[in-house]
């Protein structure tokens, strides 16, 4: 029922059901995609994604989903949280989030994570607001 309510950004009841003791990670940490966090961040619901986070959900694909979405308010939900970083820098960079870029990198992201690979076929594909995050790593 959590999953339900989460995935529809219905926060009184996702606050409600995790008063009464819902259990916030239902499914299995290693089946990330049928979390009830992850499917939040899917549907960019940041304060439902607050409250499972604040509540024990696991963090990890947090980052890479929120970052991806490129959604500058759901990065920054995810960071408050703890969230492990892996992911998180390539997923900016590909959908082209400057701002989100730098906010990894200024919390901790490694540069590392992000390949020469994909920077050389960025480039090739002339893909400009890209070139520009490579110079940031």
């Given at each position: 029922?959590l999953?339900?309510?989460?995935d529809a950004?219905h926060v009184e009841?996702?606050?409600y ?6 259990p916030?990670d239902?499914?299995?940490s290693e ?5 009830t ?8 619901h ?8 604040a509540?024990?959900?696991v963090t990890s694909?947090t980052?890479?989903i929120?970052a991806?979405?490129g959604?500058?308010a ?12 892996t ?7 590909m ?35 890209c ?7």
């Amino acid at each position: 029922m959590l999953d339900y309510h989460a995935d529809a950004g219905h926060v009184e009841m996702v606050e409600y059901l995790l008063k009464l003791g819902a259990p916030v990670d239902e499914i299995s940490s290693e089946d990330f995609e049928k979390r009830t966090v992850i499917s939040a961040c899917k549907r960019g619901h940041h304060p439902v994604v607050g409250l499972l986070l604040a509540n024990g959900a696991v963090t990890s694909r947090t980052i890479e989903i929120s970052a991806q979405q490129g959604d500058m308010a759901l990065v920054k939900t995810v960071l408050e949280h703890g969230t492990e970083m892996t992911g998180g820098l390539e997923k900016a960079s590909m959908t082209g989030c400057r701002d989100i870029v730098e906010l990894l990198l200024d919390n901790g992201a490694d540069p590392s994570e992000v390949s020469s690979d994909f920077f050389v076929s960025v480039i090739e594909r002339e893909n400009e607001p890209c070139q520009t995050y490579s110079a940031l790593l």
